[in-house]
């Protein structure tokens, strides 16, 4: 991890450096997630049903062109899923991510602001996380952890996609989807398990 942190603040850096006659800005961005899990076994795959949770952005936007820049950043971004939904009651399971992302980002300029889409890759560490149940049964919250032989990997590898408007303020509304590459089963499962985030958010860059 220390790795992997240590070559996104590299990027940082290179980024910043090739990007410094353009003008590098700043931003922040928050809003709601809509993850859920997809399952596979090789013969079957499925999707949970969507729970709700929260990311918070901070990023630095470095143009390359007047249309083009890399938009590297770090992100708290909360996943799961909801696991059971039924008569016995409702099973969520809810997991925090620090992310880090490194997304190529076209703008179109339109009505005094941009439009922009966007792509790339993601590295992700899971900090916590946690399922809780409500139901006829009562109510009931555990934590798990992370690693090869806990819940869930603790390490997972993703691309993010991402689309919206900036107005000429600054004033950002966008709307994102990140999906998880890596396995985040742990190494005793038979089955395959990755991680998919529909997002929606408001954000300010400067």
Same mark, same amino acid.
């Given at each position: 991890m220390k790795k992997l942190i240590l070559s996104a603040v590299a990027v940082l850096f290179t980024v910043g450096a090739f990007a410094q006659t353009q003008g590098i800005g700043y931003g922040i961005k928050a809003g709601v997630n809509l993850p859920t899990y997809h399952f596979s076994d /090789?013969?079957?795959?499925?999707?949970?049903? &969507?729970s709700t949770n929260f990311h918070i952005t901070g990023f630095m936007d470095a143009p390359i062109s007047p249309m083009f820049s890399i938009q590297p950043g770090i992100s708290l971004q909360g996943k799961g899923a909801k696991l059971m939904d039924n008569d016995l009651g409702t099973l969520t399971q809810n997991t925090m991510w620090i992310e880090i992302p490194v997304n190529a980002v076209v703008k179109f300029p339109a /009505?005094?602001?941009?439009?922009?889409?966007? &792509?790339?890759?993601y590295a992700a560490f899971g900090i916590s996380g946690k399922n809780s149940y409500k139901g006829d049964w009562g109510e009931d919250e555990t934590d798990f952890d992370f690693g090869k032989d806990a819940t869930q990997k603790g390490t997972e590898f993703g691309v993010n996609l991402m689309a919206g408007y900036q107005l000429s303020s600054g004033l950002t509304l966008g709307a994102g989807y990140g999906m998880g590459l890596s396995d985040i089963a742990p190494d005793i499962a038979d089955y395959k398990q990755n991680n998919r985030v529909l997002s929606f958010s408001v954000g300010f860059a400067l």
């Open positions: /090789g013969n079957y795959s499925d999707d949970t049903e &969507a /009505g005094g602001g941009n439009f922009f889409l966007g &792509a790339g890759p």
